[in-house]
């Protein structure tokens, strides 16, 4: 009786993951050093990002519970879940970032979710490549001070303009 509602308290916490993650990507991984894992394992956690080693059984209840279609076919073998609760990009990434700095064929993706949509393996990669949050946020920053500069710019060389009518 213990072990199934140990197994109902991870499921629930699974589902509360899942369904308040911004962004997260199941991978699968075969042959990690314990070195790697520690080195990825910080760097998720300096990202705010929970990784987490899943029980394939318990993840697929979750997601079946949840309705995320095309999920629970890529629980197979070795799976671990990386969900960021605040940055959709930062799992895709991480992991992304991860695998060319370190040349390993020890981890690979198996599919993500941005905001509950599924994504495949190749959405995951051309994900990793956005900026995050900050980056965004700073680039249209930049694109909406551009015609406020642009007018401060023309504003000035009408003012030197007439000044050198003037002299």
Do not use: C, W
Request: hydrophobic fraction near 45%.
């Amino acid at each position: 009786m213990a072990v199934t509602t140990q197994k109902q308290a991870i499921v629930a916490q699974m589902k509360e993951n899942l369904s308040e993650a911004k962004g997260a990507v199941l991978v699968g991984y075969h042959g990690l050093t314990v070195a790697q894992v520690t080195d990825l394992r910080r760097k998720f956690l300096a990202e705010d990002v929970e990784y987490k080693v899943i029980k394939n059984t318990l993840t697929r209840i979750a997601v079946n519970e949840l309705g995320i279609e095309g999920f629970a076919e890529h629980l197979e073998g070795p799976t671990a879940l990386a969900i960021s609760k605040t940055d959709a990009v930062a799992p895709a990434r991480i992991i992304e970032n991860f695998i060319k700095d370190t040349k390993t064929e020890a981890i690979d993706v198996k599919v993500g979710l941005v905001e509950g949509k599924l994504i495949n393996a190749d959405e995951v990669k051309a994900l990793a490549k956005l900026p995050n949050r900050e980056g965004m946020l700073s680039m249209l920053l930049s694109v909406l001070q551009a015609p406020i500069r642009n007018v401060a710019y023309a504003v000035k060389a009408v003012s030197e303009a007439k000044d050198e009518t003037v002299a």
